[in-house]
């Protein structure tokens, strides 16, 4: 186990409920930390913890400007921690975790996520909760952060994910389809950064720690609407958001032709009034790429998408510069 001289950053954003003798206890203030500290001594044996409250609100409720104040409060930590540490509700886990890949680059330190899949206002006298609380007391949720505290100390300079007995890469994390403790898997082999086998196993794709000078743009632009295709969808549909004016249109398109004919007309009209139109469709091919009217991308998962969306149109509103900054792997 890691030496105590390590110094890690804990940041409470939600998802910080633990179960003990007496009952779930959660941070939802900054006066909680004290009491919910003392129920996880395991992790001063880890490492030096300080603490910092940043949000105690339920997932549901997070929005870009959390996403901002997130990366200001470790910003401005950073030189003086070995490894942070996220609490953080797992119902937007993927977006957060994502977004903190993309406002602070050339990380040369480690930012682990971890949380519990119990809501704040649970109750541990729930008859529903009876089986998931007997497992998950000794082999859960702490343990969850108690993995994230000892990854935050290792040689790993990733914005990561862990959760159940994986490490994954915050960009390349999607929700598992199988009922497990393993809520989340890796988009591809190479977003899997480690395993928890007998201890913490760190895989070669892991980025390691360095002495880069990070950078701070944490500017989003929160004026982003996603649409879905379905059968029956009007292109009118589309148009209204067109005319509402929003800096950009996210859509979940059809696999092989992106869009039904019908739409041509809505697409160039977006593209004349500047608005970018991002068709996130992970099984078309690049080919489509070639139309002007649209942004392809095909490469990132739909969390990662959606916030890198907001992210680049907090950089620049040029759709060439926005096509070609969506276009880059993260």
Sequence with gaps: MPSKNHNICLLFCGGSSIITDDGILTVQQEGDMKKWLAAMPELGLIANIDPVFVYGGDASEIEPGLWQRLAR??????????????????????????????????????????????AQDAESADHDLAGMMSSYKTLGVKANLINAAQVATMNIAEVAIMFGNRLIKAVETVKSDSASFNFFDASSEHGMLGKVDFGIKLFNQVRPRSRQTPRLTDAVDDQVCLFQLVPGVQASQLESLVEKKYHGIMIRSFNTNLFPQSFEKVLALAYQKGIPVVAHNP????????????????????????????????????LGKIRLMMWEKY
Aim: aromatic share 14%; net charge positive.
């Design 73 to 118: 409060e470790i910003y401005k930590r950073i030189d003086q921690y070995d490894g942070f540490v996220v609490t953080h509700g797992i119902d937007t886990i993927i977006y957060t975790a994502a977004m903190q890949s993309f406002m602070l680059a050339q990380l040369p330190k480690p930012i682990i996520f971890t949380g519990s899949p119990l």
């Design 283 to 318: 099984f078309a091919l690049d080919l489509k790429k070639k139309k002007r009217e649209y942004i392809l991308v095909n490469h990132l998962t739909f969390e990662t998408a959606f916030v890198k969306f907001m992210w680049v149109l907090g950089q620049t509103n040029d």
